[in-house]
């Protein structure tokens, strides 16, 4: 029922869009993605592509933090002589992330994670998400050679915020809230060696307890982010 001059105008401010919009963007070196989001009850949770490709931080209430303490180590800590970065030559350079070495023993044990637990509780955790984790070793390598505090922190921004399931559904003969219960009883010390301090961050193991706490009186509704 449309005109020929209505579908050549068409094809023509389709064709026009294509040739102008580039198929990709390339960020300079200085550039670096962050961004912050408030969960509540108006809110909807980050989808599993975005928690696949990104690393999440959760923050407590600035109410709740130890000012006193934040206070103590900036006085004590803090370098006034040291320079800010800003010239793009002083930042990392971007790479690929490492290769997946399945001799590797972090990729083992997030492989045998995944086949135990991650999968049947419907988290999922893949080669680039493992790949991720090997790339945030490395660079944390440089400040820290505390290989708990990395597997704490791996553990904190890519696969607790992935928890959200009904504990009660069955995977094959077993309840899903059983596999987390036997997660939280592996956590320490079969996966982690030792509790990091409140120093060095937030404690994965106290943020699993928590976890389960809420789900338990929540009728097993396991939701990281409530």
Same mark, same amino acid.
């Not at 198929?23 to 599993?48: C, K, M, W």
């Given at each position: 029922?449309?005109?020929?001059?209505?579908?050549?105008?068409?094809?023509?401010?389709?064709?026009?869009?294509?040739?102008?919009?580039?198929?990709?963007?390339? &960020?300079?070196?200085?550039?670096?993605?962050? $961004?912050?989001?408030? +969960?509540?009850?108006?809110?909807? /949770?980050? !989808?599993?592509?975005?928690?696949?490709?990104?690393?999440?931080?959760?923050?407590?209430?600035?109410?709740?933090?130890?000012w006193a303490q934040i206070e103590t180590e900036i006085n004590t800590e803090h370098d006034?002589?040291?320079?800010?970065?800003?010239?793009?030559?002083?930042?990392?350079?971007?790479?690929?992330?490492?290769?997946?070495?399945?001799?590797?023993?972090?990729?083992?044990?997030?492989?045998?994670?995944?086949?135990?637990? &991650?999968?049947?509780?419907?988290?999922?955790? $893949?080669?680039?998400? +493992?790949?991720?984790?090997?790339? /945030?070793? !490395?660079?944390?390598?440089?400040?820290?050679?505390?290989?708990?505090?990395?597997?704490?922190?791996?553990?904190?921004?890519?696969?607790?915020?992935?928890?959200?399931?009904?504990?009660?559904?069955?995977?094959?003969?077993?309840?899903?809230?059983?596999?987390?219960?036997?997660?939280?009883?592996?956590?320490?010390?079969?996966?982690?060696?030792?509790?990091?301090?409140?120093?060095?961050?937030?404690?994965?193991?106290?943020?699993?307890?928590?976890?389960?706490?809420?789900?338990?009186?929540?009728?097993?509704i396991v939701n990281y982010w409530a």
């Amino acid at each position: 029922k449309d005109s020929l001059i209505k579908y050549h105008s068409d094809l023509r401010r389709m064709i026009s869009g294509v040739i102008s919009i580039p198929s990709s963007i390339v &960020f300079p070196q200085n550039v670096r993605i962050i $961004g912050a989001i408030n +969960i509540d009850e108006t809110t909807h /949770y980050l !989808s599993p592509k975005i928690l696949d490709r990104a690393h999440i931080v959760k923050f407590d209430s600035p109410l709740l933090f130890d000012w006193a303490q934040i206070e103590t180590e900036i006085n004590t800590e803090h370098d006034a002589n040291k320079a800010i970065k800003f010239e793009s030559h002083q930042f990392d350079d971007r790479q690929k992330y490492p290769r997946f070495d399945r001799k590797n023993d972090f990729c083992l044990k997030l492989t045998e994670l995944t086949k135990s637990f &991650f999968t049947p509780m419907g988290v999922e955790v $893949g080669l680039r998400t +493992i790949r991720q984790g090997l790339n /945030y070793q !490395s660079k944390l390598s440089v400040f820290s050679d505390n290989d708990d505090l990395f597997m704490n922190n791996f553990l904190l921004q890519k696969v607790m915020p992935k928890l959200t399931f009904d504990g009660n559904k069955m995977f094959g003969d077993k309840e899903l809230k059983d596999l987390l219960l036997q997660l939280q009883a592996q956590l320490h010390p079969n996966i982690l060696n030792n509790r990091v301090s409140s120093a060095d961050g937030i404690d994965a193991v106290e943020e699993f307890e928590m976890l389960v706490s809420k789900a338990k009186i929540n009728d097993w509704i396991v939701n990281y982010w409530a």
